[in-house]
């Protein structure tokens, strides 16, 4: 099971034009029981992320305290990235290899998608995408990174409010009705 988790703006922004996530880290939290984070990550073998992500995981959160995530790491790129002490494979393999490679590493357990939206989206036309799942800040920006840059039918699964989100789980049904005759 891939399952792209994410915040979001109530417009659809994963981050903002320059990357910028504090619209995000000052809102209320709350509980947020199945849709929490640690609930989350216990039943996750494995990660995909794209480059912009990577390095901004390196600029922030393991800028002190060294790579943040113990499983084994796919970074999409093109291009010679900085490595760092974690599990971390550098990748522009087919998203079909890397999805098969990541369920081999994973053990059974679940694969996480961290970002961004058009890579998320790459695995949903391979129809490898099983659920998105957003906790949805509100606040606008008016642009930024998308969330899922496609055309898809999803199925909404569950919805709870926790603090300031809207959190929502929907199975992905596939490619949009009205393009799956064309
Ligand atoms: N709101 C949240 O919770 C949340 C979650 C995750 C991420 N984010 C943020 O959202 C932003 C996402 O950035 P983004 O939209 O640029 O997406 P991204 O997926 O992080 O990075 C895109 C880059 O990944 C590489 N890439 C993508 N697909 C590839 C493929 N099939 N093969 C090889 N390389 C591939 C390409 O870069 P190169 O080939 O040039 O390296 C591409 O330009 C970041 O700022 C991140 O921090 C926010």
Request: no cysteine; glycine share 10%.
């Amino acid at each position: 099971m891939l399952t792209y988790y994410t915040a979001t703006t109530l417009d659809g922004w994963i981050a903002d034009p320059d990357d910028s996530l504090d619209w995000l880290f000052r809102q209320e939290e709350g509980d947020s029981g199945d849709f929490g984070f640690d609930v989350f990550m216990a039943r996750v073998g494995a990660l995909v992320m794209g480059s912009t992500t990577y390095e901004w995981v390196l600029a922030h959160e393991a800028a002190g305290n060294g790579w943040p995530f113990a499983l084994p790491t796919w970074v999409m790129t093109h291009r010679e990235l900085p490595a760092r002490d974690g599990d971390v494979r550098f990748s522009s393999a087919d998203v079909r290899d890397v999805h098969a490679e990541m369920t081999a590493a994973a053990g059974g357990r679940d694969l996480w998608l961290v970002g961004g939206g058009d890579l998320a989206g790459q695995f949903a036309q391979a129809r490898l995408l099983d659920e998105v799942v957003v906790s949805i800040a509100p606040v606008t920006l008016g642009a930024g990174r998308p969330l899922l840059p496609r055309r898809l039918d999803l199925e909404l699964v569950a919805a709870a409010v926790n603090g300031s989100f809207v959190s929502a789980r929907y199975r992905v049904a596939g490619p949009l009705l009205e393009d799956r005759h064309r």
